[in-house]
């Protein structure tokens, strides 16, 4: 079965420290990944994909295979990165998204 | 350019009650999505638009829910009865074709049943 697991539905750190939000997935064939953010009152954007490769507002996420993982992470957390924060598998010939059920980055100052 | 529109923002009914919402998707996104996030869960595909045809509806109730996009352009979805499990947010995504565009959200419908 297609399934992205996301562990923690909390996570609460102070500014500077750094940030790992963990997301595991099941997926039987090649996968695509990708990490979408929900700031406060603002619309589900996303964050970044893992083809890609890039580093976004300082956030990286590197896709192991053999794990089945696809952890975010940034060095120093800054109060601005609290949001929600969801991992999501793309699936199938249509481009369908599967998501996490999220975790909620909370960065204290 | 502009966003995903959805009305209305949020919306009451009772139980058994009917509610439709529309979504308006980013002018030329031939990709149409609806999706159901329960409180506390991630975003659940319910149907999925190309253009005007269905690619993929197999997480719709379709006994009480039902979706259209007639023109190709904007959508309705109804839920009609509806139950107190259909208490959600409703969030509809556009994209472009090409594999590699990515979803555009809007703000999404708060829907609350009594």
């Known amino acids: 079965a297609q399934r992205v697991t996301q562990p923690e539905k909390l996570l609460s750190v102070f500014k500077g420290a750094p940030v790992e939000l963990k997301c595991n997935y099941s997926?039987?064939?090649?996968?695509?990944l990708f990490w979408y953010v929900q700031y406060s009152r603002q619309r589900l954007q996303l964050l970044l994909r893992?083809?890609s490769r890039e580093s976004i507002k300082g956030f990286t996420a590197d896709l192991n295979k053999g794990e089945t993982s696809f952890h975010l992470k940034k060095p120093f957390a800054q109060e601005e990165d609290s949001a929600m924060y969801y991992c999501?598998?793309?699936?199938?010939?249509?481009?369908?998204?599967?998501f996490g059920a999220g975790t909620r980055l909370a960065v204290h100052p | 350019e502009a966003g995903v529109a959805q009305s209305p923002r949020y919306k009451i009914i009772e139980k058994r009650q009917s509610v439709a919402f529309w979504c308006n998707p980013i002018?030329?996104?031939?990709?149409l999505y609806w999706y159901q996030q329960i409180l506390g869960q991630g975003p659940k595909l319910l149907i999925q638009?190309?253009?005007?045809?269905?690619?993929?509806d197999s997480q719709l109730p379709k006994d009480r829910f039902s979706a259209e996009r007639l023109k190709g352009v904007d959508s309705t979805l109804k839920i009609q009865p509806a139950k107190l499990e259909d208490s959600a947010v409703y969030l509809c995504?556009?994209?472009?074709?090409?594999?590699?565009?990515?979803?555009?959200f809007g703000p999404g419908t708060r829907l609350l049943v009594l």
């Open positions: 002018s030329g996104h031939a990709t």
């Open positions: 999501a598998l793309r699936s199938g010939g249509y481009n369908k998204l599967i």
């Open positions: 995504a556009s994209r472009p074709v090409g594999r590699e565009e990515t979803q555009y």
């Open positions: 638009f190309q253009n005007n045809g269905v690619v993929d």
């Open positions: 893992h083809i």
């Open positions: 997926y039987s064939g090649s996968p695509e």
